[in-house]
C-alpha cells in the first residue's frame, strides 16, 4: 500500500491518495481543496480510484467529494453517523478493500460525532482524532471531550505502536509520526482520569 500525503488548501489540511501496489486500484481519503494536485497523482501512477472515503464531514475534509467522484467515477464512503450525502454507510469494523489491499474501519468520536480511522498495512489514516502532536478540536456541533477521551484511551492507545500515523492537518513538528511515538511525546496521549482529560480541554 502506497501512501501519497498531499498538503492542501490554507487550512494545512492533507488529502491522501492511497494506491495498492500490486493493482492499480487507489481511494482517496478527505479531498477538499487543490483537486488539481490529486489529478496528477491519479494521472501520473495510472490509478482507477475506487472510493472516495471521508474521515469525517467537516467541509474541510469533504469539499472536493462531488468533484472528484465526477472525475473518477468513485463512491463515496462515510460513516452512518455522517449526514452527508453518500454512497456507502460503514461501522466500527467494517472494511475498505481495494485490489489487493484492506483498511479497517475505526469509529472514533470525540472530533465529531461520525469521525472513524482507517488501519491497515501497518499505516492508521486518523483524520482529526489525533495530529502529530495534540487532537482534534471538540468545540464544534457533534464534538465532545468524553467521548474523544475514550477513542484516544480505548481505541487508539492499546493499537500496535508501530503504526505509522497519517492524520487529516499538518499541525505537527513532521508530516507523520507512530502511535509509540505519540504515547511518548502528545500531551493529549499521556495517561490521565477521564475527569483530568475533561479538565484540559477545557470541558
Not at 74 to 86: G, M, N, R, T
Not at 157 to 162: G, I, K, P
Not at 180 to 200: A, H, S, Y
Request: hydrophobic share 35%; glycine share 8%.
Amino acid at each position: 500500500m502506497k501512501v501519497h500525503q498531499i498538503q492542501v488548501g490554507n487550512m494545512q489540511n492533507f488529502t491522501y491518495v492511497v494506491e495498492d501496489d500490486v493493482t492499480d486500484e487507489g481511494i482517496i481519503i478527505d479531498p477538499s481543496w487543490d483537486l488539481d494536485k490529486i489529478e496528477e497523482v491519479i494521472q501520473r501512477n495510472n490509478l482507477k480510484i475506487k472510493y472516495i472515503v471521508n474521515t469525517h464531514h467537516h467541509f474541510d475534509h469533504t469539499l472536493g467529494n462531488e468533484a472528484m467522484a465526477k472525475s473518477t467515477g468513485a463512491k463515496i464512503i462515510q460513516h452512518e453517523e455522517s449526514e452527508l450525502e453518500k454512497d456507502i454507510s460503514v461501522k466500527d469494523g467494517d472494511e475498505i478493500i481495494f485490489g489487493k489491499s484492506k483498511l479497517s474501519i475505526l469509529h472514533t468520536p470525540g472530533h465529531s460525532k461520525d469521525s472513524i480511522c482507517l488501519i491497515g498495512d501497518g499505516k492508521i489514516f486518523s483524520g482529526d482524532t489525533l495530529f502529530v502532536g495534540n487532537c482534534g478540536r471538540i468545540d464544534l456541533p457533534g464534538g465532545s471531550a468524553k467521548e474523544l477521551y475514550h477513542s484516544l484511551f480505548d481505541t487508539l492507545y492499546s493499537l500496535d505502536e508501530n503504526l505509522i500515523l497519517y492524520s487529516g492537518h499538518n499541525y505537527g513538528m513532521s508530516s507523520t509520526s507512530t502511535i509509540g511515538q505519540e504515547k511518548i511525546t502528545n500531551l493529549v496521549l499521556q495517561r490521565r482520569t477521564e475527569e483530568e482529560f475533561l479538565d484540559m480541554m477545557g470541558q
